[in-house]
């Protein structure tokens, strides 16, 4: 209604708070009055999730509560297991999943966006590359595999040098094929033990991504 306060983010982390004061219609868009501007300063670290593609209510459940937990990025790769979902499953609708990002804006007042897109390729073309000038930035993928370093352990390590950018490579519901662990750890992603036991899609993502931007 005319007069209700509203706010208005970039996603990017700049918030107006404005009040409403016509409701349009007819083809003419609604109007506001500015009352006032925020700029947040990006949070650190910026965490990426590179995860397997999963069913659309998995995948809708991760995008929603990772961006009220501040997940900044997005990226979906498909994995030998999940051809296992189908072709129907296995089509990601991307726009539905960015509504559904902006939605968790909505409900946790995070003003930051996260990037989702869809990897064009598989683990073999996920190059490791080097990191920005004076940037901190940790690869790690979830395994059970053998070598992969307790979570306890990596967070001791980095006690007093934190990162500033993550990148979590976590896998599908049955989780990466030997050959898949293999390619992810020539890419440059440290195997990481997460539990003790295998984690679900959901939990797995979550997990990760709420012990990144907390430790």
Same mark, same amino acid.
């Given at each position: ?15 107006w708070g404005a009040q409403l004061e016509d409701l349009g219609g007819n083809k003419k868009p609604a109007s506001v ?84 897109? *869809?990897?064009?390729?598989? $683990?073999?073309? !996920?190059? +490791? &590359?080097?990191? %920005?000038?004076? =940037? ?57 033990? *997460?539990?003790?036991?295998? $984690?679900?899609? !959901?939990? +797995? &993502?979550?997990? %990760?991504?709420? =012990?990144?931007?907390?430790?």
């Amino acid at each position: 209604r005319v007069g209700q306060k509203v706010w208005v983010l970039d996603g990017k982390g700049t918030v107006w708070g404005a009040q409403l004061e016509d409701l349009g219609g007819n083809k003419k868009p609604a109007s506001v009055r500015l009352l006032q501007k925020t700029v947040y300063a990006a949070p650190k670290p910026r965490v990426e999730l590179i995860q397997a593609v999963a069913k659309p209510k998995a995948l809708e459940a991760l995008v929603l509560h990772g961006t009220e937990l501040g997940l900044a990025g997005l990226r979906l790769i498909k994995t030998q297991y999940s051809t296992s979902l189908g072709e129907a499953a296995q089509e990601v609708d991307l726009v539905r999943l960015r509504q559904i990002a902006l939605q968790g804006c909505k409900q946790s007042g995070n003003p930051f966006l996260p990037k989702i897109q *869809l990897h064009s390729g598989g $683990l073999s073309t !996920l190059e +490791a &590359g080097e990191p %920005a000038a004076g =940037v901190r930035h940790r690869r790690w993928v979830a395994s059970l595999g053998a070598g992969a370093r307790p979570w306890a352990e990596v967070v001791r390590e980095q006690a007093d040098c934190p990162p500033d950018r993550v990148s979590w490579l976590i896998g599908p519901e049955g989780g990466f094929t030997p050959q898949e662990d293999c390619l992810a750890r020539a890419a440059g992603f440290e195997a990481v033990c *997460l539990a003790p036991y295998r $984690l679900g899609f !959901l939990p +797995a &993502g979550c997990w %990760a991504l709420a =012990v990144s931007v907390t430790s």
